[in-house]
């Protein structure tokens, strides 16, 4: 296994959970991170995503969770968290952690055709 979601559960809304991305040694260095999100009938949509350049490079995050979803990495762990505060309904969903050699330019990260390496997904259900 290469990427393993956790973290995922029910929350009244409000909530908050924490997602946590472990990956393989190979994987995690060098290559862009993102996390992804998919509800029935509906596409898979980017949610946050960063290419660490040593300690820096740009977060993204799409406008439906800015400002209440918040990227962490832990380095020593190979691990990427995604901290999500203040959950609405909308926010049900099967995450997913992916990640690829890409370019931290947003356009290609935003896309999920361009990951090449994807976690299970774990489950988060928002109760209102």
């Known amino acids: 296994v290469q990427l393993a979601e956790s973290g995922g559960g029910l929350v009244q809304a409000g909530g908050s959970l924490r997602l946590t991305c472990e990956a393989s040694?190979?994987?995690?260095?060098?290559?862009?991170m993102g996390w992804f999100r998919q509800s029935p009938g509906k596409e898979r949509e980017f949610v946050a995503g960063?290419?660490?350049?040593?300690?820096?490079?740009?977060?993204y995050y799409s406008d439906s969770v800015k400002g209440r979803f918040t990227l962490e990495r832990d380095n020593a762990k190979s691990t990427l968290y995604m901290h999500m505060n203040k959950l609405i309904p909308e926010d049900k969903a099967v995450y997913y952690c992916?990640?690829?050699?890409?370019?931290?330019?947003?356009?290609?990260?935003?896309?999920?055709?361009?990951?090449?390496?994807w976690g299970q997904g774990t489950q988060v259900t928002v109760s209102s």
């Open positions: 992916a990640a690829a050699r890409l370019s931290g330019r947003y356009e290609y990260m935003r896309e999920a055709t361009n990951y090449e390496h």
């Open positions: 040694g190979s994987i995690f260095r060098g290559s862009a």
């Open positions: 960063k290419k660490w350049i040593g300690s820096g490079g740009n977060t």
